[in-house]
C-alpha cells in the first residue's frame, strides 16, 4: 500500500511559477508510474503528467507542455510537478497517484493510489 501527500500548492499571479511535491510512504514507491492530476473547479479530474519509474520517461497533456516538468527521486520518495508560465486556466486541485498502466496513462480510473491534493490558484 502505498500514501501520498502532496503540498506546494498556494496563489500565484499569472506567468509566476509553483512547484509541488508528493510523497509517498511505503516501501515499493519506485516500482510505480506516477501521475499528476488536476480538477479545475466545476469540472472534472484531467490529467497532467506522468513520469515512468526510473525518471527515464515522461508524458504531458498538451495544454501543460513546455511549462510544466515532472520529476522524480525514488531515493527520497518524492515526485515533483515544476509548473512555470502558469495560467489562470490552470487553476485547480492538484493531485498526485499511482498506477501499473504506463507513462501514457492519462484516464483517472487507471491510478490506484491518490493523496488528498493542494490548491492551485492562479490570478489574471
Known amino acids: 500500500q502505498v500514501q501520498l501527500v502532496e503540498s506546494g500548492g498556494g496563489l500565484v499571479q499569472a506567468g509566476g511559477s509553483l512547484r509541488l511535491t508528493c510523497l509517498a510512504s511505503?516501501?515499493?514507491?519506485?516500482?510505480?508510474?506516477m501521475g499528476w492530476f488536476r480538477q479545475p473547479p466545476g469540472k472534472e479530474r484531467e490529467f497532467v503528467a506522468a513520469?515512468?519509474?526510473?525518471?527515464?520517461?515522461?508524458y504531458y497533456t498538451d495544454s501543460v507542455a513546455g511549462r510544466f516538468t515532472i520529476s522524480r527521486d525514488n531515493a527520497k520518495k518524492t515526485v515533483y510537478l515544476q509548473m512555470d508560465r502558469l495560467k489562470p486556466e490552470d487553476t485547480g486541485v492538484y493531485y498526485c497517484?499511482?498506477?501499473?498502466?504506463?507513462?501514457?496513462?492519462?484516464?483517472?480510473?487507471?491510478?490506484?493510489?491518490w493523496g488528498q491534493g493542494t490548491q492551485v490558484t492562479v490570478s489574471s
Open positions: 497517484a499511482t498506477t501499473w498502466a504506463g507513462v501514457k496513462a492519462t484516464g483517472a480510473h487507471l491510478y490506484d493510489y
Open positions: 513520469i515512468s519509474p526510473g525518471g527515464e520517461s515522461t
Open positions: 511505503g516501501r515499493t514507491f519506485s516500482v510505480y508510474f
